[in-house]
């Protein structure tokens, strides 16, 4: 089915919905397309931050308890409009929600089961706070003698028509929100969010805002049902059934889908009134629950990642059998591997003539570096500079505090002594996003990629959030070259799982050049390749020097550190040992101990 058939088909249905009170639609069944559209509304909202983001909550119960609260409060003690007090509870749920987030989302290590707990306790409080308090003081409230404007033909079609309207804005929103810029962030967070801070994603900002987002629609609906059952109390209102309920059609349906949830809420929700009086209810609680069990056991990415994965693995069958195809008829390289200390590559390079200006601007420069861990110094009084152009080697033996030193610059890890400037401006302390916008990139030794992201959007990401004013359109064009420049633009459309290690390498910069940085931290991007690999490793990362990026490369292949770099800095026990030109650094006696002298304790 084409995209405009397809969107043909969605409008044709919404005019049918439309117009169904009018075309004789039987009450009975427009109360039960209310309670599907309440239930669709509540899982998608619920979706926007949880299943995009990873930030799993069992407190969306508490905002749509917010929302009916804030209706019978608004409407009824305050005497607002209608219309005002709807409004009013989605905001009021929203300012919940980003008092929460204010608190729990600084703290990093607040994730998984721990922010589970804490939205689920906050459901508890609120409900005992407000049975304490003038808002319920116990018996419950009251809302019918509130005047209801009539939307249709007949007083029940107003519940029908709020529902679908905001089923309809509700899902409209999410889709937008997971195919933007943001959702591509939330995504990111969902997958690593260490990794999406240091390529420029601001997760504390992104979580908030859709924090915020999901807490106002569940508001909202939280004021329609209000109108719609008439007596609100604590016990129905803050029941667990809310939460747990919008989690399971979530997860049935696909929570990293944005039509997910949608699909979870409408068959649960068949499902359940399909059983409705007496003991055919209990029977119909138990089937959904077995049918639930079963589909969280068969399809664990829920109704719909079950349907994309599958369509990936014919698509990947597809294009490997194509891949065959041209495989038989391409010329077979039969000539032997150099090894690494002959390639030609590294020859060429050693021959190169060296572009390195000593009185270039500096781009990153370290004084006094210190990072402590509970009284082990993994860094002590590091003093370095990186001019413009030049390829710095950072060495080391095992546990010197190379890895340690890129995640001090880059905003890993906050330092405990020292100052870094980048571009001539104090950097040292910023959060990871902020030292990106800076100018400066890294890889990492071991590769980590987005998993849930194509190879093409977890490059277009860093780009999207690494250059200032670019577009959507603009960033995927940018990391389609990138792509190219790294060898992987066949590549654009395959997860990160389905490359190889060299692969997965280049993909890891292609994703740091995508911000087009001054500065970029290469950590071991050769260890584990073969002599050919390292062969195109090298001869790209000549290129990306000759573009003007500066380089720190940390690495252990001493053929490819001696043939690339313009100067060394050799690191020992966290403090730096020996700096200068490579030949001379090398032939260094303290530098010869801290390779092949006794054994050192790693630090």
Avoid at 10 to 19: D, E, F, I, Q, R
Avoid at 76 to 89: G, H, M, R, V
Avoid at 462 to 489: C, M
Wanted: with cysteine; net charge neutral; hydrophobic share 50%.
């Amino acid at each position: 089915m084409t995209d405009q058939l397809r969107w043909t088909a969605v409008g044709g249905l919404l005019v049918l919905l439309g117009l169904a009170p009018y075309l004789g639609l039987p009450v009975h069944v427009q109360s039960l397309l209310y309670v599907l559209f309440f239930w669709v509304t509540l899982a998608t909202s619920w979706n926007m931050l949880s299943g995009y983001s990873g930030y799993f909550s069992f407190g969306h119960g508490a905002f749509f308890g917010v929302g009916m609260y804030g209706m019978a409060t608004f409407a009824t003690q305050l005497a607002w409009p209608l219309w005002a007090a709807l409004l009013a509870s989605g905001v009021a749920a929203s300012c919940l929600a980003l008092g929460i987030g204010a608190v729990v989302f600084r703290l990093r290590a607040i994730r998984g089961e721990a922010f589970a707990l804490i939205t689920l306790a906050v459901t508890f409080v609120l409900a005992t706070l407000i049975v304490n308090t003038p808002i319920d003081g116990g018996p419950g409230v009251y809302l019918m003698g509130l005047e209801i404007p009539t939307l249709g033909p007949a007083p029940a079609s107003t519940f029908y028509y709020l529902g679908l309207v905001l089923a309809v804005i509700c899902v409209w929103v999410a889709r937008r929100l997971l195919q933007s810029r943001a959702g591509l962030g939330l995504l990111a967070i969902h997958d690593d969010e260490d990794v999406a801070e240091v390529h420029g994603v601001a997760s504390f900002g992104l979580k908030m805002q859709a924090f915020a987002l999901s807490s106002f629609f569940a508001g909202l609906m939280g004021a329609v049902h209000a109108l719609y059952v008439s007596y609100v109390t604590v016990g129905e209102t803050f029941n667990i059934t809310v939460p747990l309920t919008v989690v399971l059609m979530s997860v049935l349906g696909g929570s990293r889908h944005w039509a997910g949830p949608m699909l979870g809420g409408i068959l649960i929700t068949l499902l359940l009134n399909a059983f409705t009086e007496g003991n055919s209810a209990l029977v119909g609680k138990i089937i959904t629950g077995a049918v639930l069990f079963v589909a969280v056991l068969v399809m664990p990415q829920g109704i719909l990642g079950t349907w994309m994965a599958r369509r990936r693995r014919r698509w990947l069958a597809q294009v490997a059998g194509d891949d065959r195809s041209n495989a038989d008829t391409a010329p077979h390289n039969t000539g032997p591997l150099h090894p690494a200390g002959d390639d030609p590559a590294l020859a060429s390079a050693l021959a190169t003539p060296r572009t390195y200006d000593p009185n270039a601007p500096v781009v990153l420069e370290v004084r006094g570096l210190g990072k402590n861990f509970s009284g082990i110094q993994a860094l002590s009084d590091v003093d370095l500079q990186v001019r413009a152009g030049e390829i710095l080697g950072l060495l080391g033996p095992n546990g010197s505090g190379k890895s340690t030193f890129i995640n001090v610059v880059t905003g890993h890890f906050l330092p405990s002594a020292g100052s870094v400037r980048i571009l001539g401006q104090e950097s040292a302390g910023l959060p990871a996003h902020e030292i990106r916008r800076r100018g400066v990139s890294r890889t990492y030794q071991i590769p980590r990629p987005f998993g849930g992201l194509t190879v093409l959007q977890n490059v277009s990401l860093s780009a999207q959030y690494g250059v200032q004013g670019i577009s959507t359109a603009q960033a995927e064009a940018s990391a389609r070259e990138w792509l190219t420049f790294t060898g992987l633009q066949d590549k654009a459309d395959h997860l990160p799982e389905e490359l190889n290690l060299h692969q997965r390498k280049f993909l890891e910069l292609a994703r740091a050049l995508a911000a087009r940085p001054q500065v970029l931290l290469l950590d071991e991007v050769l260890s584990g390749l073969t002599p050919s690999e390292i062969a195109t490793a090298v001869s790209t990362i000549q290129r990306i020097r000759d573009a003007g990026t500066s380089i720190v490369f940390v690495e252990h292949v001493m053929s490819a550190v001696m043939a690339l770099s313009d100067r060394l800095v050799v690191l020992d026990q966290g403090r730096v040992i020996a700096e200068g030109l490579p030949q001379d650094v090398m032939n260094r006696d303290v530098v010869v101990r801290a390779y092949l002298g006794d054994e050192r304790m790693v630090g």
